[in-house]
């Protein structure tokens, strides 16, 4: 028996093929670009995720040489805010727009005039009213290509589309519409506020339900094109966020994931809403049954030392990320006095300050190449525990820290992370969290895994405990961090 796991990323689709005991078996990575321009907007052609998606379910099967008869079900995550634009004859009427895609200022301009701050955040869950967000774009079209506008018969984010181009079904979960800007996170439903500022209704919107329920079986003409038998149950699936989140365990609080990528994302669970009072974090419906997330997040993380690598080369040529963080492990905590202030695109939690910059402070003669990868590396987690210590305050369980990302890869910086934490960091065998979790979604929803067995499927390769007195050191460097930004940006 075997569950396929569909992961929609913003320039790849992954598709895993998971056993009965939660093992990755095999894997396909089928990547695109995306449109981008110099103001601010970033679009792709909508058959690149379906014709993704056909590309990597077929490699899969090929390179696992297991029978597409044993696979029992298709599990979703997706990517959120990528907005697709459906008419009643099942066209996309125009490019869809990527989350990525910041043209629509005014738009949430407007909007942030016309609803009160304070009810935005207790109904949805976003801390601000952001150009990302689906109703932002969807006011833009309103305004900028009213045409198109008129014509959709169903504004979807991109999950909603492929489980359209699967089973048929217009369909929905929490998850992925939590940061659409019109879900009210506590009642699950649509909000109203949000779409009389639209001019739409819920007809123009697909049907909510959630992550773990069978949608719908793939029909002949689909199973044709996937090269499976008709029949396979669909699973709607969720936000790649939360469907990381169970890959990785994170489904009881106490558990933290961190992944350190491009950016900094930061999830913990919770069995309500948690609204913080200074607004600094957003809240989100689980990919499972009553639980909530809290999702502090930087832009800035893992970027910067490619940042680094590529404006600061050797002079024996371009250095992979393991030479890199070899280096680092040369240099004693603390990177001798150098101390890095890593927000190059500002500040996003716990301190929203879009004008914050980055700043390397404390330099001197001695330092070298090897102190500044050290000091980018001790701000990214001195950056993670400050978003802890913004859960604590909110009175949110941290036991452990679970690592994914990209610098799940490096036993240096992982060590760095659990001394600077002084938390114990565990790093999950599969770093595909989020292809995981979908095929461990799929198998809930198939019934073949419950809510108990999580644990047992998840597997972790490697646990780091941090050093006493490393932590010690760490301690006194932290705060002169956290004074070092407040002086700054304060």
């Not at 404390?362 to 978003?387: C, D, P, W, Y």
């Not at 913004?390 to 760095?416: C, E, F, H, M, N």
Request: aromatic share 8%.
């Amino acid at each position: 028996m075997y569950l396929l796991g569909i992961d929609i990323g913003t320039t790849s689709v992954k598709v895993g093929l998971i056993n009965d005991e939660g093992e990755l078996v095999a894997l396909s990575i089928q990547e695109y670009l995306l449109k981008t321009s110099s103001d601010n907007r970033v679009e792709s052609y909508v058959d690149i995720y379906w014709n993704s998606c056909k590309a990597g379910i077929r490699d899969v099967l090929e390179r696992s040489s297991i029978s597409s008869a044993s696979i029992l079900a298709i599990g979703l995550s997706s990517q959120g805010e990528t907005l697709v634009c459906l008419n009643k004859e099942g066209k996309v009427l125009r490019n869809v727009i990527v989350w990525l895609d910041s043209r629509a200022v005014e738009e949430s301009e407007i909007i942030g005039r016309e609803i009160p701050i304070e009810l935005w955040y207790r109904t949805t869950g976003l801390p601000e009213v952001s150009p990302m967000w689906p109703i932002c774009k969807i006011l833009w079209l309103k305004r900028n290509e009213p045409d198109i506008f008129d014509k959709t018969s169903k504004f979807l984010v991109l999950k909603d589309y492929l489980i359209w181009k699967l089973t048929g079904e217009l369909v929905t979960d929490p998850s992925v519409s939590s940061s659409t800007g019109y879900l009210d996170i506590v009642k699950k439903d649509w909000w109203d506020d949000a779409l009389n500022i639209l001019g739409i209704g819920y007809e123009k919107l697909p049907s909510i339900v959630e992550s773990y329920t069978p949608v719908r079986r793939i029909n002949s003409e689909v199973s044709k094109e996937l090269g499976l038998p008709s029949g396979i149950p669909v699973i709607n699936g969720g936000m790649d966020q939360m469907i990381g989140a169970l890959g990785a365990g994170n489904i009881k609080p106490g558990i933290i994931t961190e992944t350190t990528g491009t950016a900094l994302a930061i999830i913990a669970t919770t069995d309500k809403p948690v609204f913080d009072p200074q607004r600094r974090v957003p809240c989100s419906p689980h990919c499972l049954p009553d639980r909530y997330v809290l999702m502090p997040y930087t832009e800035t993380a893992g970027i910067l030392l490619r940042w680094f690598r590529d404006n600061f080369p050797s002079i024996n040529g371009i250095e992979d990320y393991d030479r890199m963080l070899s280096l680092a492990n040369q240099i004693p905590p603390g990177s001798d006095g150098l101390i890095a202030i890593p927000y190059f695109k500002g500040s996003f939690c716990p301190n929203f300050n879009p004008n914050a910059r980055g700043a390397f402070v404390g330099i001197t003669l001695n330092h070298k190449r090897a102190h500044f990868i050290r000091a980018i590396v001790e701000a990214v987690s001195f950056m993670l525990r400050e978003n802890i210590g913004l859960l604590r305050s909110l009175s949110i369980p941290t036991k452990k820290v679970r690592s994914l990302g990209g610098a799940s890869k490096s036993d240096i910086w992982l060590q760095i992370k659990a001394d600077v934490l002084n938390l114990p960091v565990e790093v999950p065998l599969y770093s595909e969290a989020s292809v995981l979790g979908a095929g461990i979604l799929a198998g809930i929803g198939c019934r073949i895994f419950s809510e108990s067995t999580i644990d047992n499927l998840i597997k972790i390769r490697k646990v780091f405990n941090p050093g006493p007195e490393t932590s010690r050191v760490y301690e006194e460097l932290y705060k002169n961090y956290i004074s070092i930004y407040n002086r700054l940006y304060r």
